[in-house]
């Protein structure tokens, strides 16, 4: 069973105000009806402005985290349904930065993507190993217990979409080799295949570090590369939209 739709997904970081809507009318005006899923996580502040520029798109918009609790005293703090009321449909969650700038576990992954379940948002949940960890051959065991720890139990597949995502490949040009990322996906697609059954096939792997335009047909040929989580090339409509007809094409 393969028929996973291809997903391109644009993680803006904490970039953009309101004059960088216009990139997502580029966007939306260049790849009117694209032949693949196409996402855009901006900060929370464009989250409303954005869906509302695209509600005429299929381009959907997403979070790029939220809280564990439905409601309360979390000041700063926002929830999976705040995300759905301002139009999001999806929500970035364990994100290398925010395990890294936040301290967040696996188990506090978890409890995001529990209460995004809750919500009705996808999850799209992140991964990946450091450099250091990589050259200590660790690589497969540490995204291995990574993926473990930050799905919860009664979690169903199609509230799910998984991002491998090695740090060192973040916002550095460097780019993890061919065959590291088969076989990364390929370990990735076994562990949700014992976990979920069936289920697990249909679940969707993006890669993600440093896509580019000039990288993305190579990367999304490989088994198991469902599309990508992009950074920086996702933040002009030119570096995307190119992004987006490579995965079109693979
Ligand atoms: P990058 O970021 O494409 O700028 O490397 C990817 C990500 O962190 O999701």
């Known amino acids: 069973m393969t028929d996973r739709r291809k997903l391109a997904a644009g993680n803006w970081k904490m970039n ?36 509302q520029r695209l509600s005429e798109s ?62 009705r948002l996808v999850s799209i949940v992140c991964v990946g190993e450091t450099l250091a960890e990589r050259e200590d051959g660790k690589a497969l065991s540490v ?27 973040i916002g550095t040009g460097k780019v993890a080799s061919i065959s590291d990322i088969a076989e990364m996906h390929g370990a990735i697609r076994t562990a949700l295949v014992d976990r979920f059954g ?22 999304f040929a490989v088994p198991d590369v469902d599309g990508a989580l992009v950074g920086g090339a996702s933040l002009t409509a030119e570096d995307f939209g190119a992004i987006i007809t490579a995965l079109e094409a693979a």
């Open 143 to 169: 995204v291995g217990a990574q993926l473990a720890g930050s799905l919860p139990d009664d979690v169903t597949p199609e509230m799910l979409v998984i991002a491998y995502e090695p740090v060192w490949a």
């Open 16 to 51: 953009g105000a309101e004059p960088d809507l216009a990139e997502i009318d580029a966007l939306a005006t260049a790849h009117p009806a694209p032949g693949v899923d196409v996402l855009v996580c901006p900060p929370a502040p464009l989250i409303h402005r954005m869906a």
């Open 58 to 119: 299929t381009i959907d918009v997403g979070g790029q985290d939220c809280h564990a609790a439905a409601s309360g005293a979390h000041t700063g703090d926002i929830s999976a349904a705040m995300l759905l009321d301002a139009g999001a449909y999806y929500v970035i969650l364990g994100h290398s930065e925010r395990r890294a700038d936040h301290g967040e576990t696996s188990a506090d992954v978890a409890a995001k993507v529990r209460a995004a379940a809750d919500a």
């Open 198 to 219: 069936a289920g697990g096939q249909g679940i969707r792997i993006l890669y993600g570090g440093s896509v580019k335009p000039g990288n993305a047909a190579e990367i």
